[in-house]
């Protein structure tokens, strides 16, 4: 499994507590950037502005990523751009949403 491999099942540990999914098959994490220092750099969205776990949620997945023994240091860049809508879920998110 590749560093990459690694983060995504790291950040499969995350959930979002409203809905009880986990950030990446809700589709919230839009990109992952690793360095040549194994230093990280996770882009994601909410899918609200105004939620309420803002900081609960971007805390669990720096806190996921940096519990990894091949990542260095981890920025949680949180954007609103595209918005977060269901077409970005995986199918095992649509599934346990009842879809």
Not at 17 to 33: H, M, T
Not at 39 to 68: F, K, N, Q
Request: net charge negative; charged share 25%; proline share 6%.
């Amino acid at each position: 499994m590749n560093t990459k491999e690694k983060i995504l099942s790291a950040l499969k540990s995350v959930y979002d507590p409203e809905l009880n999914i986990n950030v990446v098959d809700l589709g919230l994490i839009y990109n992952i950037e690793i360095t040549e220092s194994n230093d990280v750099t996770i882009t994601m969205t909410l899918t609200t502005p105004g939620c309420p776990l803002h900081d609960s949620i971007t805390s669990g997945v720096r806190y996921s990523v940096e519990g990894l023994e091949e990542t260095g240091k981890v920025e949680v860049n949180l954007v609103w751009e595209p918005a977060w809508s269901p077409d970005k879920m995986t199918p095992e998110g649509l599934r346990l949403l009842g879809r």
